[in-house]
């Protein structure tokens, strides 16, 4: 639960911001983390010092369900001659390192990042006569934050979170999110590392599907070149009734359909429903490494494998040009998120999670035949994987929701994958690998003529329900955007 308070008014468990002239034995008990990112609010908006807050009653530290322990809400007015409308300004305090002390985040230092890194903010313009801003953005933030909370998956620029509802929960075609470098926001250095600022911006399903296809780099380009569909600033108006392609048919002939050709999609992975077996033969017994169950049980990724799926997914938000899949490796790589403590994670695991197979003893296997299984939505990826990453030379995974299972398509050419040529189907642990057959030249372009018979030239060997997939079969499989559904 939270509650809307003014931030100088005394709360529970959080004192008031300090003004520009608060006492030094004020200052000194005042959490580090958090007065430095007041400080930069405070540069942004001199006029309010003390801004509406949506605050968690019992902070997540204190065994509460919300990770955020303040929202902070600014009136921003905008620049009409250079179409900004008047909005408002929603800013998170928790993602980052706020006290400095482990009750949240592991402190590991000044140079790297505080906590996760970054804090979020979104901009929803401000209705006629409004004159406080709506409490729902705050919730959102939250959803956001549990996520990365409890997967340890960070946020990027570029990247973008399917929602399927409007944001608002009314009628509007807003029902997604992008997610970019907030304009105004600056990099923050706190005691405890630095916080940067990604912008939550609001888009229509068409939107999204664009900058999955493409990235959602260009796509954020498109909507700034628009001024009611967000603007220099990228404002959220959830009531937007158009898209962007709607409202300049030219954007999706000429800029989307022209940079999916020549760049493809720099979507490297998503989380998923989806699952996949061994169709070599059935396993022995409960043990036998060729299942990916044990019992009822998935069996459970390695920390380091999960860390090289992770680390394949953040660098395929990057346009690089010489696409790398991180081979398996026991020595621990160095890197941001890597050094992380898992203590954050630890209360939100079953006590299973004592049971991972060390990444030492697990074995790569070559499989003769594997059956994929993809939820509806999941499979309607499929013609990105392969004409928007496969065909120009990269990788894309799918990483299980529902257990610790992954699948990697890669493409000739992808450094460190262990399916090879040879052996197109390999498995370490519960990662499978697909490797394409051959050369793709001829892939049509758009995602209704990928079809059967591409799907099967490309994955031959794929089986659907225990048989092998025949082109005729394949088709039909294909049209209905998945290879099996995966039970909710």
Not at 7 to 16: I, Y
Not at 182 to 189: A, E, K
Request: proline share 10%; with cysteine; net charge negative.
């Amino acid at each position: 639960m939270a509650e809307l308070r003014p931030s100088g008014a005394p709360g529970p468990t959080a004192p008031p911001a300090p003004g520009p002239t608060a006492p030094p034995a004020f200052a000194s008990l005042f959490p580090p983390g958090l007065h430095a990112i007041y400080g930069e609010c405070r540069r942004l908006y001199p006029d309010q010092p003390n801004p509406l807050q949506v605050t968690a009653i019992v902070k997540y530290w204190l065994g509460g369900p919300d990770p955020l322990d303040y929202v902070s809400m600014y009136r921003n007015v905008g620049s009409p001659s250079a179409n900004i409308p008047e909005h408002w300004h929603y800013i998170s305090f928790g993602l980052s390192d706020l006290y400095g002390d482990n009750r949240v985040h592991e402190f590991t230092g000044t140079d790297g990042p505080s906590g996760f890194g970054f804090e979020l903010t979104f901009r929803l313009k401000r209705e006629t006569g409004e004159s406080a801003p709506p409490t729902w953005p705050a919730e959102l933030m939250q959803g956001l934050a549990r996520y990365v909370f409890q997967s340890e998956n960070t946020f990027c620029s570029g990247d973008h979170v399917s929602w399927h509802s409007p944001l608002d929960n009314s009628e509007s075609r807003i029902q997604h999110m992008l997610l970019t470098e907030d304009p105004q926001m600056q990099p923050v250095q706190t005691p405890f590392g630095v916080v940067t600022f990604l912008q939550i911006v609001g888009v229509c399903t068409e939107e999204l599907h664009s900058a999955q296809q493409w990235n959602g780099q260009g796509i954020l380009e498109l909507l700034r070149t628009v001024p009611v569909a967000g603007g220099p600033w990228l404002i959220t108006d959830m009531r937007r009734g158009e898209t962007i392609f709607e409202i300049d048919p030219h954007l999706q002939q000429e800029r989307v359909d022209k940079g999916i050709e020549t760049d493809g999609s720099n979507l490297s992975g998503v989380s998923a429903k989806c699952a996949w077996d061994d169709l070599s033969r059935p396993p022995e017994d409960d043990e036998d490494s060729r299942s990916i169950c044990i019992g009822t049980q998935p069996r459970r990724l390695s920390g380091k494998d999960t860390e090289q799926i992770r680390e394949t997914l953040r660098r395929g938000l990057e346009i690089n040009s010489k696409p790398v899949l991180p081979p398996i490796n026991p020595q621990r790589q160095n890197g941001l998120a890597h050094d992380r403590a898992p203590s954050r994670k630890d209360s939100l695991e079953s006590d299973s999670s004592t049971a991972i197979i060390p990444h030492e003893l697990i074995r790569t296997r070559q499989l003769e035949s594997v059956h994929l299984k993809f939820n509806q939505e999941s499979g309607a990826l499929i013609p990105l994987c392969l004409r928007g990453r496969l065909l120009h030379g990269r990788h894309f995974t799918y990483k299980s929701i529902t257990g610790d299972m992954a699948i990697t398509f890669v493409s000739t050419g992808v450094e460190g994958a262990f399916a090879t040529e040879e052996h197109p189907y390999a498995a370490h642990g519960p990662w499978l690998q697909v490797r394409r057959a051959a050369p793709w030249q001829d892939l049509p372009l758009e995602p209704q003529e990928c079809q059967a018979p591409e799907l099967h030239r490309l994955f031959p060997q794929l089986h659907h329900k225990g048989e092998s997939v025949t082109r005729e079969s394949s088709q039909e499989l294909l049209r209905l955007s998945c290879l099996s559904p995966v039970s909710c």
